[in-house]
């Protein structure tokens, strides 16, 4: 009987490629000519913005995390399908990129003991205007996939601010000044915590986050993210 519901479900909302959104067999993530087009980071990394050394234009600066780890640039099919995932109703993609996440903290982050996933916070309103938390969605899927402990809302998010993305560098750093707050403070002091989100771009917002932990005595974060973006290209 479970079967017969299981096909009727998948006959009813059949598996899609998480980067292009085609029909796949059930027990894939992706379609075939996505896997051979996305758009991995490889090579070796700077750890302060997740990007290769020739991509790295963060000329590591100093912030509150200890470095950024992410299985790809935020580019062709990977920002078709995150763009897919946040706004076109594909919820279903967070599977696809937590299998990935895992992978990569597994090989970036290996001998580091983390205490808890926890995610970068959105507004209560934002939520409920999309139906869900893409970042809790994924941080929660990465911790069992990696075995740590999922801390929901250790972080609050306080003030709504403008989308990162969309502003000029140097307006990003006060968008978001104290924006954010540790809901126990009491359970922050001496952790490691590996904080999750969905793109990072200057990394200002996981900064933000990793500021209010390492204020209340947090040993380290690391971050983890589905896709950091690339330098721009000189015009
Ligand atoms: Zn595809
Ligand atoms: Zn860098």
Same mark, same amino acid.
């Given at each position: 009987?479970?079967?017969?519901?299981?096909?009727?479900?998948?006959?009813?909302?059949?598996?899609?490629?998480?980067?292009?959104?085609?029909?796949?067999?059930?027990? +894939?993530?992706?379609?075939?000519?996505?896997?051979?087009?996305?758009?991995?980071?490889?090579?070796?990394?700077?750890?302060?913005?997740?990007?290769?050394?020739?991509?790295?234009?963060?000329?590591?600066?100093?912030?509150?995390?200890?470095? &950024?780890?992410?299985?790809?640039?935020?580019?062709?099919?990977?920002?078709?399908?995150?763009? &897919?995932?946040?706004?076109?109703?594909?919820?279903?993609?967070?599977?696809?990129?937590?299998? +990935?996440?895992?992978?990569?903290?597994?090989?970036?982050?290996?001998?580091?003991?983390?205490?808890?996933?926890?995610?970068?916070?959105?507004?209560?309103?934002?939520?409920? %205007?999309?139906?869900?938390?893409?970042? $809790?969605?994924? $941080?929660?899927?990465?911790?069992?996939? &990696?075995?740590?402990?999922?801390?929901?809302?250790?972080? %609050?998010?306080?003030?709504?601010?403008?989308?990162?993305?969309?502003?000029?560098? &140097?307006?990003?750093?006060?968008?978001?000044?104290? $924006?954010?707050?540790?809901?126990?403070? +009491? %359970?922050?002091?001496?952790?490691?915590?590996?904080?999750?989100?969905?793109? $990072?771009?200057?990394?200002?917002?996981?900064? +933000?986050?990793?500021?209010?932990?390492?204020?209340?005595?947090?040993?380290?974060?690391?971050?983890?993210?589905?896709?950091?973006?690339?330098?721009?290209?000189?015009?």
């Amino acid at each position: 009987m479970k079967r017969l519901v299981e096909s009727f479900l998948l006959a009813l909302f059949p598996r899609r490629c998480a980067y292009c959104g085609r029909v796949i067999p059930s027990d +894939e993530f992706s379609c075939r000519e996505c896997r051979k087009t996305l758009p991995r980071v490889e090579k070796s990394i700077c750890m302060k913005c997740g990007r290769e050394k020739e991509e790295c234009s963060c000329r590591k600066s100093e912030k509150y995390y200890e470095s &950024i780890v992410a299985p790809f640039y935020f580019e062709g099919n990977v920002r078709n399908g995150l763009h &897919i995932f946040k706004f076109r109703n594909g919820k279903q993609n967070y599977e696809a990129y937590c299998d +990935e996440m895992a992978k990569t903290v597994r090989k970036r982050y290996d001998g580091i003991k983390f205490d808890y996933v926890i995610s970068v916070p959105m507004m209560d309103e934002s939520r409920k %205007k999309r139906g869900f938390d893409q970042c $809790a969605l994924l $941080a929660k899927k990465l911790a069992e996939l &990696i075995g740590v402990e999922y801390y929901p809302h250790a972080l %609050k998010k306080l003030f709504k601010t403008e989308t990162q993305h969309d502003l000029i560098y &140097i307006l990003r750093k006060g968008n978001l000044a104290g $924006a954010f707050d540790a809901s126990e403070p +009491e %359970k922050i002091s001496g952790k490691t915590f590996l904080l999750c989100d969905d793109i $990072a771009t200057s990394g200002e917002t996981l900064d +933000e986050c990793a500021k209010m932990l390492w204020l209340y005595g947090a040993k380290a974060t690391h971050c983890v993210t589905v896709a950091v973006t690339k330098k721009k290209k000189k015009q």
